[in-house]
Structures are given as structure tokens and as C-alpha cells.
């Protein structure tokens, strides 16, 4: 098989620095996270110049949020936060089950992050809140649906990573990936508390 | 452990498909770069037919529009960007010490997402509508509202796909600066041109998701009715004033930096002397690159952000002045008491000097707020960017292209044709622009299709248009000698210009596959040299001859820009008159375009399944005996 999977069975404490290759995966990942606080950075400046054109007789943030379904939302990605810390402490101790187990509770909580979020959105149009309503309405549905479509990007991609080393292994190949798609989540879960803060809690009080 | 895997590996077409090697991707970049460079080119005399005269009626005010808009967004994105990306693919690596670059399948994937980027943007041409709106695209000239054909849309999805491929580009080459060196090269003993390509891609990094996000909202506002800019539904134009800027101003630094770079390799080289105050050049890039992303808003002096901003971006602005002009006198002083030869690399270095101080003048004299409401959109601001732009980058990039083009093809071009080269385009560049800050300055306003006859603009502008001429012939001498010089055996040593200082002249031209049979051991700045002057033979090694480690090529970047290609047209034309039902029901319902997508996501699930072991090259290939070393 691969010239690497000699080294299974002893993994080094960090696997996903083992090797040049991962450190680059690693160092890469980091900027690129850099690239993409710029662009929510953008969005976030958009959303907030745009925040209070609400339009005549369109509902406004007050009147839209529901702080409990948000409120949940973030307890749940916050959690999924926490899960992927798991994994990826279990992975430095070499424990590949438990590493797995960690990746799929975290995989679960993201899918019911999404879920509520498609819930809202539905909600959201209903009321008559809908992308082309008015400036406030298509940015907060491109940064949230941004965000969104982070969350469901790093489902597919986390659990694919399972089902990977579910077949191969943690190897010095496959330890970065999954490293480099904790670090993923992170972000994405960092990005969410500035939602929750500048959109919704800020929308909140107006 | 340099048990070797069967691996394929291509000859002919599929080979340049399929490629990961640094050296060839440059290459690569190089002919669609250079193809751009000379479609905008073309539009550009277009442009110069067009108003030789006054009241000319050459080109219509609509295809007008259409020459400048797509002249300016061709030369930016498509021409001077891949030229820049195809010397720091060719060089970069070999100057550290590197093997390859860090992420080799990333690297070809950038150039197949800006190729196909820029492909896209070029078939509205074909297509029959065009973007129009400038290369600034400002609402709400380019909004749904005034803008009803689809010319934006291209504008919009065909940039959004290159500039992909332009960030993930600059990521490589950050990361592959950081991790990839040789033993020995500290970030102090990096030469110039590495240095400059690392701020660039640092800014690439944090300018460019700005203009993915301005994209997105106005590809939003067009094709799915959204209010980003459209004043009726609360939209606001001026924040895609500042969301461009935020990302145009730091690119105007992403391509002037390079070349920065180059003419700090070439002028050092060719006056046979350490380049003069080497750290100072260091602390001015940084320091360019940092305040490069503080003085967008000198574009918007204009629009009424009120006289704190304007003074604030004013002071901001001619900042920048300082590191700029502190490069200038570090390049006067590496020349004074050197001895310097005139090559033609070099007279295209040295013409650079005067000519971007030009450009540097008027930059300043435009960061000056209240002189700027004179200026601004006159021909005065045309006349500033092309002798930052043309007369500094381009002529860099020439330098550059003079002086590696033995490194990257083993054969030097013809010196005489490249003296010519540089002559032509040279004056040919002055008589076109000189003249246009003097337009500017009588008000003539820029991106208009025509003017009236006795406003004393004629002889002027009559004369721009010959210069414009002469830069094409410039242009036709250095494709003569290219095509001269391919004719020519492949004869280029290791060091063909004999005075070479980095590490590049110390391996055979063109570079081997791995570059380096042994990694070198670096042992001071300008490694090169500095061996040659303690009397050694070439670098010392850092390792013993062994089995190399190379990555496999893969078509999968081709595909997966394929795919960019295919969703882009499928958005494209999600909305249009079809007369027959299948083809409108496949692209109304985003098929085509869920297509494309699932063509590069699926392309994105195989890399990551399928496992690149990548395959060695033994050492027997690498010294070409049959013995063990
Ligand atoms: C000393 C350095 C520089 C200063 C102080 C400076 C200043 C300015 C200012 C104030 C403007 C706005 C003029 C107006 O629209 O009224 C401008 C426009 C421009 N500058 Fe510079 N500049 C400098 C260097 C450069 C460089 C190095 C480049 C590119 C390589 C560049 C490219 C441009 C371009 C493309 C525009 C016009 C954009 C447009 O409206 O289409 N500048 N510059
Ligand atoms: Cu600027």
C-alpha cells in the first residue's frame, strides 16, 4: 500500500506535522482562514451599511428575529466546536475510534445547525422577508447564507474525511486533513458569533 | 524507502494539461498571458484609431465603451497579473533553493481557473455583448437598471472564476516562501524579486476575497435581484465604490511590486554590485504593502466622503512616496561606481527608473485632495497609471522576461532585437502618454468616444495615437525575437550573463525537473555570488545525492476549471430568450450550471479520496550514469 502506512501504529504525537507536506497543508490552511476573514470581513461591512434599509412596510430585524431559535442555533455550533476539539485531542493521543466518534457527533450538531437555519430562513420569507425584499434583506441573507453554505460545505467535507479513515487509517497523510478541517470549523464557528452578535443581537436592540 | 511507483507520465498536449511542474506552469502562463496581453493590445489601438482625429467615427460610442472597458480589465487581470505569476513561477522556486513549489496541484489548478476566467470574459466578444461599464464596473452604470444586456454578467463571472485562480496562487506562493527554503536562506538573504513576491501574494491574500464579495453582490443584484446597489430597494452605489477600491488600490501594489523585484535583480547583476541598502529595500516592500491597503479612498476624493476622510487619505496617500522614493535611490546607488553593462534586460531596468519617477510625480500630485477635483477622470489620471503601470510594470516585466529567459528556455533572445525591443516601445510609450497629462490638464475628460475639433486637443492626440503605434512595433520585434531565438540551438549555461548572484545561475538552463540535485547550503545573501567571490566551484550541497521525491501530474485542475467555466455560463445565460424549450429549461433551471458546479466539486472529491504518492527520480537519471553516486 502507501510508502507512509509503515508508519501506522507509531504516529508521532502531532501526525499532521510530521511530514513537509502536512506542515505546508497546515501553514496554507492558516492563510488561507486569513483570505476568508477578509471576505466575511467585507460581508459584515456590507450587512452593516445596509442593515437599516429596510423598506416601507417590510419587517424589520425587531419584528423578524427570534432570539430562542438563534439562541439555540449557536449553543448547538458552539457545542460542535467543542466535539471537533475532541477529535482532533483524541487523534494526538492516537485514539482513531474515538477520533471518528468525535467527527460524527460533530457532523450531526452542524447538520442540526443547518436545519434550524433552513427552518428560519423559511420563516423569514413567510413574513415576507425574502432575498430581493430590500438592501437589508439581500445582505443578511448573503452573509448568513455565506456562512450557511460554510456549515454545509464542512459537513460534506467532514464526513467524507470519515469515510476516509474509516478506509485508510490515521496516517501522516490523513492526520492533516482532518486537522486542517478542525481548524475549518473553528473559523466557521467564530464567524457565527459575530453573526449572532452584529446581526441578531445588534438587530435586537436595533 | 524510494521503492517507485508506477507512475504515468505524459508527452505532447497532455503533458502541458496535466503539468504540476513550477517551471512549465510559468510557461504556461507566460503564452496566455502574453495571448491577453495582445488582445488588449489590439483594443487599445482600437482605442488610439478611434481618437486620432476629432469627431472620428472609427468605432462607434458603444463598441467605444466596450474597447476600453474590456482594454482595461484584459491588461489588469488577464495580461499583466499571469506575466507577473509566470516569472514567479519560473523563478521563485529556483532563487530559495526549492524543489517545487508547496502545493503543486493548487498551483496548476490557479492557472487553469484564470484561464478559463479570462476565457470567459473574452467570449462576450464572440457572444456580441460586452461588458461596458469600465474596468471600475460602477453602479449604477452596471446595475440591472442601466445595464439590461448581459456585457457585466461576463464581467462579473469571468473575473470571479480568475480571480480564484489569482488567490489560491498567492497562497502557494506564501506558503511555499515560508516552508520550502533551502538550509541557510534566512528571510534576510532572500533575494529581491522573492521578497517582492511574497508581499504581493500577502496582499493578493487580503485584497482579493474584497473583490470576490463586491463581485458576488453585484452578480447577486443582476441576475437575482438583489438591492446590494440599487437605490431603489435601499441599495447604496458608493459601497461598491469602497468595496473595489478596498481591493484596487492594494492591486496596483500586487502589480507593481514584481517589478519592483526584478529591476532590483537586473540593476544589481548588470553593475556587477551588491544591490545598495538591501535591508532598507526589504522594510520599504513591507511597509508599501502595509500602507497599500490604507488609501483606497484617494480614488473617491471626488464622490464627497467629506474633507477629514479626504485629508486623512491624502496624508495616507503621499506616504507611500517615502518607501517608493527610498527604493528609487537604493536602485541609483547600485548602479553609481558599478560597472554597468547595457544589456538589454538592463536598458529596459534603467529606462524603468526615470519613467516610473514620472508616474510617481503625478501620483503624488494626485493624492493632493483639493488639485484632485481638477484632475479626476481627466486624461491627466490616464496618463499617472500608464507610467506606473506600462511604464513601470511593463517595462519591469520586459527586464524580467530579457533577463530569465535563458533560465527558463536555454537559449538567451537576440540582444540586437531586444535593444530594438526596447527603443521602440521606449519612446513609443513617452509619445503615447507624455502628451496625455497635458490633455488632462486642458480638459479632456477620460472614457469618452470622441471630442470636438478646435478644443486644441487635436495635435496632441494625433501624436498619442503614433506612439501607441510604436509600441505595437516594439511589441512585433519582441515576438520576432522570440520566434529568432526558438530557431536557435539550446546553448544557455548555468550563469549565461557570467555575473549571476542567486541561486537560479548556479543549476543548468532550463532547470532540471527537480531543479536542484542537491539542495544547496546557502551561506550568506546573494548565495551565488558570494561562493563565486570565496573562489568555489557553484554551491556547496546540503545533502548527498538520493532518490527525489517528485508529485504526479493530474488532470483534475484542468477539469475542475472546466467545470468553473460551465457553471459560469450556465448563470450566464439562466435568463435568457432560448427558442428552443430543452435549452431553456436546462439553463433556467441552473442545470447547466449545477452542472459545472458538480464537475468541480466531484473533481475536488477525488483528489481528496485518491491518494498522490507522487513517484522518485533516481540518481542514476540525475547525474546521467549508471553509477551510484
Ligand atoms: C507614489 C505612488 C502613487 C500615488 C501617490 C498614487 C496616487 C493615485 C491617485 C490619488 C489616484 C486617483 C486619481 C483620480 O482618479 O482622480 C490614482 C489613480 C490610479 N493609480 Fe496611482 N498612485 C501611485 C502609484 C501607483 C502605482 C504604482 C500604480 C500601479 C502600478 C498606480 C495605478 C493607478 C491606477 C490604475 C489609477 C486609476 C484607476 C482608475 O480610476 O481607473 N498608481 N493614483
Ligand atoms: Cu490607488
Redesign the pocket.
Known sequence: MSAHSHLDGKLPHEPERATLEGRNKVLGFWLFLGGETVLFGTLFSAFLALRDQVGDGNPTSQELFKLATVAIATVILLTSSLTSVFAIQAMHRGQVKAMQNWLIVTVVLGLAFLGLEVYEFIEYTHEGHQFSTSAFSSSFYTLVGFHGAHVALGVVWISLLIGQVYRKGLTVVTAPKVYVAGMYWHFIDVVWVFIFTVVYLMGKVG | MAHAHPVKRHTGLMDWLTTVDHKKIGILYLIAGGFFFLIGGLEALLIRVQLWKPLNNFVGADTYNELLTMH?TTM?FLAAMPVIFALMNAIVPLQIGARDVAFPFVNSLGFWTFFFGGLLLNISWLAGTVPDA???SYVPLASPTYNVDKGVDFYVLGLQIAGIGTLIGGINFLVTIINMRAPGMSFMRMPMFTWTAFITSALILFAFPALTVGLVALMFDRLFEANFFEVAGGGNTVLWEHIFWIF??PE??I??LP?FGVISEVISTFSRKRLFGYSSMVFATVLIGFLGFM?WA??M??VGLGPVANALFSIA??L??VP?GIKIFNWIFTMWGGSIRFTSANLFAVGFVPT?VM??????M??AAPA?FQ???SY??VA??HY??VG??VLGLFAGLHYWWPKMFGRALNEFIGKLTFWTFFIGFHLTFFVQHFLGLMGMPRRIWTYLDGLGFNTMNLISTIGAFLMGLGTIFFIINIIVTAAKPKNAGNDPWEDGRTLEWSIPSPAPEYNFAQTPLVRGYDALWKEKMDGNEGMSPAEPIGPIHMPSPSILPFLMSVGLFIAGFGFLYAKNDWNNAFVSNIFGNHIVAGLGLAITLGCMVVRSLKDDHGFHIEPEEITGKGVKA
Not at chain 2, 508616474?359 to 503624488?364: E, I, K, P
Open positions: 482595461g489588469i469600465g474596468w471600475t484596487g488600490h496596483v501594489y502589480l507593481i517589478a488609501v484617494h480614488h476624493f471626488t496617500t503621499m507611500i512616496a517608493t516610473f508616474g510617481g510625480v503625478t501620483g503624488v494626485l493624492a484632485d484632475y479626476h477622470d491627466f489620471v499617472h497609471f506606473v503601470i513601470g510594470l
